[in-house]
């Protein structure tokens, strides 16, 4: 499959990523790349340059995810990324926002959407497109994550009701940041206000 990248092959950036990711990471990657893949087909997306997308950005979304301190320290001051209190006291939140900088900056992706749905994909937001919820969700259910009790109703759901999924996935986040007694970001917060909406009462 070819990638959305105006500078580099998918063998290039698969290389590449293998390099910069943990195995398991690496993994993780393919599998939200597939999963976005089988998502937009769900939804009547099948011409293969969009299929393109959706694959590049599940293949990049983790792209700053095993950065060292010191190297994402280095690159948020050399493209003068503006964090949040929240941002700084739990850095690993950092990674979406750099990885959008780093699949432009590194991996030659000019698409806005892509990098859109990479600088979104762990913290969420209100009113995701179609696009943002895609590789929001298949980062949460991919083959590879580790299963929790919500997965199979989730994975069932996500196939005809993309945002009624989103919405479980937000609710079952709150559930996980709380009882870990972490801070719960703003934008993630938002979301799960925002889907709401779409609970389903069945």
């Not at 694959?55 to 792209?63: Q, R, S």
């Not at 001051?77 to 750099?98: N, Q």
């Not at 009701?161 to 938002?190: F, M, N, P, S």
Request: charge should be negative; proline fraction near 2%.
């Amino acid at each position: 499959m070819l990638v959305a990248s105006r500078d580099l092959t998918e063998e290039e950036i698969l290389r590449k990523l293998e390099k910069r990711l943990d195995p398991r990471r690496y993994v993780h990657s393919l599998g939200v790349a597939y999963t976005a893949c089988s998502l937009f087909m769900a939804y009547g997306h099948t011409d293969p340059a969009e299929l393109s997308r959706a694959y590049t950005a599940g293949l990049l979304h983790d792209c700053a995810k095993n950065l060292t301190d010191e190297e994402r320290d280095k690159y948020c001051k050399k493209y003068a990324l503006e964090l949040s209190d929240v941002e700084k006291a739990y850095p690993y939140l950092i990674h979406a926002k750099l990885g959008a900088v780093l699949a432009k900056e590194k991996y030659g992706v000019q698409d806005e959407e892509i990098l859109s749905a990479i600088r979104w994909h762990t913290t969420g937001k209100a009113d995701m497109s179609f696009f943002e919820a895609v590789i929001f969700s298949a980062d949460f259910m991919e083959p590879n994550r580790r299963e929790l009790e919500c997965m199979p109703e989730i994975r069932k759901l996500i196939y005809r009701d993309l945002d009624a999924a989103v919405y479980l996935i937000l609710k079952q986040t709150l559930i996980h940041l709380e009882h870990k007694g972490q801070v719960i970001e703003e934008h993630t917060r938002e979301a799960f206000e925002y889907y709401k909406r779409y609970e389903r009462n069945e």
